[in-house]
């Protein structure tokens, strides 16, 4: 689904306005038509009023315009129409308090680059800001309540920008869970199953004692949990799209 199938963004329009209007076989901008049955004038007008932001918005790109006009549970249909923006990012800390712990490697990927910044290397405020320069829509797994504050917290940096965050999304379909669970209900495998949050805490205090291989494979384990989180989201999506856009003819 992309976003010029969905009405919901218009001012009361919900999900059964929505889905009377594909019902009807208006599932794209371009098929509204001001005479369509059961949406009265006043709807008819914010309908077409947002369809005409709406596409000055996807001209610019602005995800922000779809993000703040999407219902709560409805921004996994930001994703293909603004997968070229997506970052999909995930850290690994020395713990869950962020007034206690640190942030030790922190792994982005967006348009299919992978890049890892890594504490007393090249994890600083300025690299972090640039790494998210380009960053348009944050991809997560329970994002929104660890990775994010913990950043923010913890550098020089804002991520106020539309953001998936797959656990709630993983819900939505019935999934619960870590994110290694969700990988494995939805058939996705790791090269590195056996490690984990634990595992990764305690290879970087195995790197701080100067053992050969542990930040390797610390950040090996961060960058599988960041690039598999893509097609966690794919499969999330298409689930998501079958349960609620109308098969196209």
């Known amino acids: 689904m992309y976003v010029e199938n969905c009405f919901l963004g218009a001012e009361g329009v919900g999900q059964t306005i929505e889905q009377r209007l594909w019902s009807q076989g208006i599932t794209h901008w371009e098929r509204f038509e001001p005479t369509v049955d059961g949406v009265g004038q006043t709807r008819t007008e914010r309908i077409e009023s947002f369809i005409d932001a709406g596409e000055r918005a996807l001209d610019r790109g602005n995800v922000e315009f779809f993000d703040q006009r999407f219902p709560d549970g409805c921004r996994w249909r930001l994703y293909e129409s603004f997968r070229d923006q997506a970052c999909f990012f995930d850290i690994e800390t020395t713990g869950l308090d962020h007034q206690t712990s640190v942030v030790t490697t922190v792994t982005l990927h967006q348009n299919g680059d992978t890049h890892t910044l890594v504490r007393g290397d090249d994890l600083t405020d300025e690299n972090l800001r640039a790494a ?112 609620t856009f109308p098969e196209q003819p």
């Open 132 to 243: 998210f320069e380009d960053a348009g829509l944050l991809v997560t797994f329970n994002g929104a309540r660890f990775d994010v504050p913990f950043l923010e917290s913890s550098f020089d940096v804002s991520l106020d920008h539309p953001h998936i965050d797959l656990m709630p999304t993983a819900r939505q379909v019935g999934l619960s869970g870590g994110l290694s669970e969700v990988e494995r209900a939805l058939g996705i495998g790791r090269d590195l199953p056996d490690v984990d949050g634990r595992e990764a805490v305690r290879l970087w205090h195995e790197h701080e004692r100067g053992v050969d291989g542990a930040l390797d494979r610390l950040v090996e384990y961060n960058r599988e949990d960041t690039v598999n989180m893509v097609p966690v989201l794919e499969s999330l999506v298409e689930r998501l799209d079958d349960q």
